[in-house]
DNA sequence: GGGATTCGCGTAAACGCTTTCTGCGAATGA
DNA sequence: TCATTCGCAGAAAGCGTTTACGCGAATCCC
């Protein structure tokens, strides 16, 4: 079954079927339907790398991703996947799994595919990989972190502003012990929260005194969670550097006999699905995985369009209120202050 | 770049790089060795397409799931891939969300990229689309929801076993007033999981009185558990059909001010990630993603070289006590009867 | 030592499509 | 009416591999 059979039932060169396929304009209506006929009497699917290798665009594009295990990724993955598929694109995903060597096998096979371009959506990555592709032409598209310029472009997350909501709404609520669980510390996006956190503090003249260190999982936030909770004085509120982590501190806060949020509030970071269904559901803010996917699809199809040209790309993170935050104890140092506060 | 260059620069033919490209043994060490050197030298990647072209052979498998975003399947992915890479083979991945007319797209991309075989780990699926896999004698695997025939082999959970488990730990605990919240009826997986707790009750001679639909995610089992909270009476212990709806379920028994285990026990079935960080942490019976996909991989793996012969393969779930369960509430129905279980 | 066999490698024909080039008939213009 | 243009469709040359086939040299067996 292939595109000589159609060409042959349809009484047309080969030529005249690829063109109908391709919805070319250089064929009579007449004809075109006559070859659609046939190749639906046939059954026909064009062979998708005969196709590639003769035309040399490969309608792949390349998805890098730190770990499918990560809520976060999965809903990225599927509004990504979602995105192309109405393009007429197909997406190869390639999980690193935090994992540096693994990384090579991934590059390797979407060099080899010929992917049309690449988003690469996963904080830290070995520069020479990066090379391989640019060298190859392929454009590219980073989360965050690389900057625009010849065939990539960058999505800038306003880290900053999703983390000052935060503290924004923890403030008002009367808290000024305020701690944070950062995400390990090797990472980019994990080092940006934290100072983001920090001259958040800052500016309001807090102290930044509660900071430990998660690794952007369940378990690290719960060990964090118990550090925090096992030192001379504890904060009232803490914001953690993504939900997985939030929802780690959540245990461990239960697992001390103390409350969500009578005794500590807890924040999250990204909305990931779960994070509504916790006990308490999580007060966090939301990184649209669907926006992040549209605007590097969007972003990776524009460089083909503009001569190779990149951009710059930014996005919002937006404030989601739900149980996990609530005022702050009496007693503790800030609800001292409560009363200027509301005043 | 391509083999031609390669051929050149080591001074020998294409036909020759191909093969030691695949490993051929009709080639001396030392030939061999200079090909390597002129791969290296160009830093030459063999063009995937062209290789399947020529081949014939794809080296991809198929992966049709139901939906990306229930954490039970990344964790399939993921596991899949890995042994497929392993094995360097790729993975085409294609989640239907659910939504039958998806469906169509996803075949009929697999079609056209020639997949080497697909594993179904969806419970419904059109069975006109199974035939065309078929009739192009594509080999299939199926997650407990076919029959081992010609090129496709299937895999059966023994669910049974898993909710007997469940059903025997809550037993012992003292519970027998068992209520059940299933997946959504049309999905056949779903019935099966409720008729093997009905049967396991019966097999008891308990009565299996509260049962309520769910929908397989968070949402479902909040609702399904609140109409079973609303009734005049109610379970000591409830299984679920999945864990999204355990933790769903969770959600709802607190909102009425309920306590998990003490008042209700809760079991989910799964295992995902998450369950082990929820409050309280969940007892779940564990079905194995990653022995899931090994069997999967391995059926798919064996019916080429099998001529086409299919086989059934089991899997066995496993209960993971954790804290959602305890003894049965006194004053309850079941605390009357407890002292003489004990005794 | 001569014919049969094996071995290593090259030649060239697929594989299924795209795309450029070319040709042909009809429409248009003078 | 003939020359020119134009739109449509066919012929054929790739695209980068694999692989059947064949050839010469080396090896083997009696």
Not at 90 to 103: C, F, G, I, Q
Not at 144 to 151: H, I, M, N, R
Not at 152 to 171: K, L, M, R
Not at 201 to 206: A, S, V
Request: a neutral charge; one cysteine or more.
């Amino acid at each position: 079954m292939n595109i000589r059979e159609v060409a042959r039932r349809a009484k047309v060169s080969t030529a005249t079927v690829s063109r109908t396929i391709n919805s070319s304009d250089k064929v009579t209506p007449e004809t075109k339907e006559r070859v659609q006929r046939a190749i639906e009497e046939l059954g026909f699917y064009p062979n998708t790398w005969a196709r590639a290798l003769g035309s040399g665009r490969s309608n792949l594009y390349g998805l890098i991703i730190s770990d499918i295990t990560n809520p976060f990724f999965p809903e990225l993955v599927k509004s990504f996947e979602d995105i192309a598929v109405q393009n007429e694109q197909e997406v190869l995903v390639a999980n690193k799994s935090y994992d540096p060597a693994r990384m090579e096998g991934c590059v390797r096979r979407m060099l080899q595919r010929k992917v049309d371009g690449v988003a690469i959506m996963t904080s830290e990555m070995d520069a020479r990989l990066i090379t391989e592709f640019q060298s190859r032409e392929i454009p590219l598209v980073f989360l965050d972190t690389g900057k625009a310029e010849k065939l990539t472009s960058n999505i800038v997350v306003d880290y900053a502003a999703g983390v000052d909501a935060a503290v924004e709404h923890i403030v008002g609520l009367g808290h000024t012990d305020i701690g944070f669980i950062s995400g390990p510390m090797m990472l980019r996006s994990a080092r940006v929260r934290r100072e983001a956190f920090i001259g958040c503090l800052e500016r309001r003249g807090i102290g930044a005194d509660w900071i430990e260190e998660g690794n952007h999982q369940v378990d690290g936030g719960h060990d964090a969670m118990a550090r925090l909770l096992g030192r001379k004085t504890r904060p009232t509120a803490v914001l953690a550097s993504n939900d997985m982590t939030a929802i780690g501190a959540l245990g461990a806060i239960h697992e001390r006999g103390l409350r969500v949020p009578e005794d500590i509030s807890i924040v999250g970071f990204d909305d990931i699905q779960i994070s509504a269904f916790t006990q308490p559901a999580l007060t966090t803010v939301r990184l649209s995985r669907e926006e992040i996917a549209r605007v590097a699809f969007r972003a990776l199809y524009s460089i083909r369009q503009d001569a190779g040209k990149g951009a710059e790309y930014g996005v919002q993170p937006a404030l989601v209120v739900r149980r996990s935050t609530g005022r702050a104890p009496r007693g503790a140092g800030a609800a001292e202050r409560e009363p200027v506060l509301v005043s």
